[in-house]
């Protein structure tokens, strides 16, 4: 539709074209009719709901009225110069695109229009598909812009954006990066301590992003042995080695234009490092003992908990794959943190408990407390485990101490007897007899996380997978945990795919 503010006239796009792409609504700004028109009319053709106006003031009337997308603007005009009508646009409505037109090649013009804040300019005369390249442009920003704010939005009101929970600063400014990242196709290096949410943010790039559709495919490098890891990520081909009886197609093959997250990259063996850099670098797969790459257009996320820049220091990473993987990285700050989060959250899980359990849950002024004071080492697995625990163990709607994890309990005794070794009084639940005094009696966090972790694996008779999920940690942390303490027994965790 082309309508002018004056004089009028109306003209209506082929349907094919405007069904191809949202009808952007374009303002046309020139005293010279012929250019008007004929802009107006390339526009038309490309699919845009074209306005157009001869003056500033005229303009000005038809953006009250309407609601205007791209704003194409002479800047030389009659009267009202049109630097006037772009400082308004820019502080009125910073989201719209606006293209400049000027009669004269100066560059410090340009450089001006640029800085009030034109998007693009155009240096008249100009040819119709320079004219048609600035559209394209044009509406190909006012899309992401739009795009960007509604993720950004949605993450703000927690509608469907996998249920990111959080309004912390930290948190707000992961939303900015993450709603950015979403469109593009750049590797993600997503750093985090165990239970940040490392896994959920992967999720929450690739459902955001153009290829939503595609697979989205997580591998824990963690838990899989070096050799199944190859064959899972690269593929293989038959007679590769003993027991390929056929062919196999690797996951970043498979993945088609989806996302591949590898999920604790950092224990990612020094080969498999050179062998994922190759592929990242060159676009292309090549499976076990195949001759011919194959091509690849998967999006790869990755994510660890460790820190890759010491290990790139002490040679146990790569530092071309730590860089090509860390273009763009996200840190999940620990919720330790952001302690604001902690009620957000914890309402969160009680919500999923309610609408699970039929049972509108509360919290006792006592729990209350200590979740605010407790310092997470297992981060929003921990804070979840302990909701969902307390749930279940509770009796009634309220949750008490009592129904919270050991280790919370234990700190609980803490917080109440700090000159008191926990347990010392039988306290029911707590840690009991393995308490470690230093000199004043109090005993060190990473004591009780010891004990915690000690205690509960004997509980589940040395299910450690179990236990991971009982304390609300990573397996990969327990197993690293269990090393530090020197109590690791030998053999790897049993490969896992998700
Ligand atoms: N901001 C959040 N809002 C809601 N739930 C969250 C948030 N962050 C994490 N969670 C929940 O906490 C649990 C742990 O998250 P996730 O598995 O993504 O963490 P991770 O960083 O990958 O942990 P690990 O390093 O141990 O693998 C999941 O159940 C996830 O849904
Ligand atoms: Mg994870």
Redesign the pocket.
Known sequence: MLITASPMEYLSPSKALADRQPSWHLLVVDDDSAVRHACCEIAMRAGYTVYSADSVEAAQALLRQESIDILLLDLKLPRNNGLVLLEEVKAEQPEMVVIVMTAFASVSSAVEVMRIGANDYLTKPFALDELSMVLERAAQRRHFDAESRMLRERLRTQQGMG????RSSGMEKLYRILSKVAFSTHPVLIL?E???????IARAIHFHGPNSAMPFIPVDCGSLVPSLIESELFGYVKGAFTGANRSKEGLLAAAGSGTVFL?EIGELQLDLQAKLLRTLQEKEVRPVGATQAVPMQARVLA?T?RDLAAMVEQGQFRKDLYFRLNVVNLKIPPLRERPQDIPL?VA?FLERMQREHGIRYTLSDDVLRIFAAYEWPGN??EL?NAVERACALSSGPVLHVGDLPTQVQAFHAQMRRPAMVPGAEGDAGGIAGDGVANGGGIVPIAELEKQAILQTIRQVNGDKLLAAKLLG??KT?LYRKLKEYGVEEAGDPPPQIH
């Open positions: 249920n990111i929970i959080g985090g165990s239970g940040t949410g490392k896994e959920l999920d994510a908990n959250l969160h929003v697995r979840e940690i990573g942390t």
